[in-house]
């Protein structure tokens, strides 16, 4: 796990950012896509669907290149485009900043039809019939090169595709009864085009194509837009599993932080059609010492910003260590009491919620090691010896 040290950007959650590169269970955001289809095949990955909606349609992001080359260009270098990928001819899909590895054991690329992720994080396959591939080994972990389980208490063809609303552009939620995308009985809906495209955030394009306006498509800056899928819990609790928040709650975590009250949303800092998982700064409007002007740290090593307000405290597909997880925590606030996250915790609904702000376990153990020597490469440290050290550390 790379850590990054020096004055560093702030990563708040936004559109480009491509953090649920897996389908996920229990999902509630809501769906942030225009359901209007009725679409011709313009480019690979878009899909004819008809249905007796009118207004405008779904014309695919490759006709929106044709004006907006420039974005289009950082766009598809995000990774929004990837979560769910197309296989054609029996070839893996293939994705600008990695490489997948062939099918789980029993399966070959003639035997699947979709790849759900692969940018970043992980990907999971889709059979044939249109149901995710599960059993143990079935998953792919790209941040460490190894495979675990999914749903391995699932029959295999038993785990129906219904994670459109946040992996594909124009999804329609139908059920067992379709109908089907690509009239595949597993796939619990149908959709434009795989992966988050610019209709996704943008609506049907069709209208805007023909006579190009502000006045005719979508603009929503509002960082509720990118809440519709970087939330898991429909009251926007932070849920908490196995020592980690659960990945793509950035929304959830960020409505609890001091960004939010202080009106500082997730536009404010990304730039909504660039990732900043391979690109870093590039993909920032803005970084901390935008803002935060006069703040100086009295540690040594000056680690950077979001080493301790952004630890890797969420987890999307496999935990390095049992503070350093994958996906960097958008709460932001540091409490200085002794307390652990695990004391910061409630049950509710059968599941555990996580209260705020960030606790020093997670702050610090990612750099240094705890009294049982787990954590980072650097010093023991116990907990009031880090609550001690934190009262006063910034100047």
């Given at each position: ?75 598809i270098e995000s990774g929004h ?27 070959t690329w003639a035997d699947v ?105 979508v603009k929503d800056t509002s ?173």
């Amino acid at each position: 796990m790379l850590r990054t040290h020096g004055i560093v950007p702030v990563l708040i959650v936004a559109l480009a950012l491509g953090l649920a590169s897996g389908c996920s269970d229990d999902d509630s955001g809501q769906n942030n896509n225009v359901n209007v289809n009725d679409n011709t095949n313009v480019n690979d990955n878009t899909n004819t669907n008809t249905n007796t909606n009118t207004g405008p349609t779904y014309v695919g992001s490759a006709t929106c290149e044709t004006c907006h080359s420039a974005i289009h260009a950082d766009f598809i270098e995000s990774g929004h485009p990837y979560k769910l990928n197309k296989v054609e001819n029996d070839q893996a899909p293939t994705y600008p900043h990695s490489t997948i590895p062939n099918p789980p054991n029993g399966y070959t690329w003639a035997d699947v039809s979709y790849v759900i992720g692969g940018y970043f994080w992980k990907a999971r396959w889709i059979d044939n019939d249109g149901y995710i591939v599960t059993g143990t080994d079935v998953q792919y972990n790209l941040v460490d090169q190894s495979w675990s389980a999914y749903h391995d208490t699932d029959p295999v063809g038993t785990k129906p595709y219904d994670c459109g609303k946040c992996h594909t552009t124009g999804w329609v939620a139908t059920d067992e009864n379709g109908p089907h995308q690509d009239d595949l009985p597993g796939i619990y809906g149908t959709f434009a085009q795989g992966g988050i495209h610019c209709e996704a955030c943008h609506g049907p394009g069709s209208d805007h194509v023909a006579a190009p306006s502000t006045a005719n498509i979508v603009k929503d800056t509002s960082s509720d837009l990118c809440g519709q899928c970087h939330t898991r819990d429909s009251q926007n609790r932070i849920e908490f599993k196995g020592g980690f928040v659960r990945h793509h709650e950035q929304y959830d975590e960020w409505l609890a932080s001091p960004h939010n009250a202080a009106n500082v949303g997730c536009n404010t800092c990304h730039d909504p059609h660039k990732g900043t998982v391979y690109f870093g700064a590039a993909g920032l409007n803005q970084e901390c010492q935008d803002c935060h002007t006069s703040m100086t740290v009295n540690h040594n090593g000056t680690p950077g910003c979001i080493d301790c307000h952004m630890p890797n405290a969420a987890k999307s597909a496999k935990s390095v260590t049992m503070y350093d997880g994958d996906v960097r925590s958008h709460m932001f606030a540091i409490g200085t009491t002794d307390a652990t996250w695990s004391s910061m915790t409630y049950e509710a609904d059968g599941k555990t919620f996580l209260n705020g702000p960030l606790t020093l376990d997670y702050a610090c153990y990612g750099c240094h090691k705890d009294e049982n020597g787990e954590g980072g490469a650097y010093s023991i440290k116990t907990m009031i010896e880090l609550s001690n050290r934190a009262t006063g550390i910034h100047q």
